[in-house]
């Protein structure tokens, strides 16, 4: 199976007129970091945003983690932990790290804070590199 970025990856795809657009850069620690502000289009309960939105940032996050550093990887396994609801109209930062590296396999987690530092969620999980990549060939050419 081939792996193509056509630019409208839900979470991260600048094409595609429903995503989260997120736009991530490596951080000092080496973290792939995105600042998000979900609107109501994205809630489930109201002002709360839907769990499952919630899990695609933490899954975005850990992929661009290895994304930045010239892997392209699949999630194989992600465990989520819901600290807080993330309200609506809030803006949160979402943060992953490469925890343990192997050959092919990786494990990473991630976490959702809120404006004033609160944890609201976090993840872990198992990635499977499928290519090499230059962050420039996924998503938005200025994330390096």
Not at 30 to 48: D, I, K, L, S, T
Not at 77 to 94: E, Q
């Amino acid at each position: 199976m081939d792996f193509i970025d056509d630019g409208k990856c839900f979470a991260c795809g600048p094409r595609n007129p429903i995503g989260l657009k997120l736009k991530f850069r490596m951080d000092d620690k080496g973290r792939a970091v995105a600042v998000f502000e979900p609107g109501e289009e994205f809630q489930g309960f109201a002002g709360v945003v839907h769990g499952g939105i919630v899990c695609a940032l933490l899954d975005e996050a850990m992929a661009w983690a290895l994304i930045l550093r010239g892997k392209l990887a699949v999630t194989v396994t992600l465990s989520a932990r819901f600290r807080r609801p993330v309200r609506v109209g809030s803006k949160v930062t979402v943060s992953g790290e490469l925890v343990k590296s192997g050959s092919a396999r990786h494990v990473l987690r991630s976490e959702i804070r809120d404006a004033s530092g609160e944890l609201a969620a976090e993840a872990e999980g198992t990635f499977l590199v499928v290519s090499d990549v230059q962050p420039r060939e996924v998503g938005h050419e200025d994330r390096t």
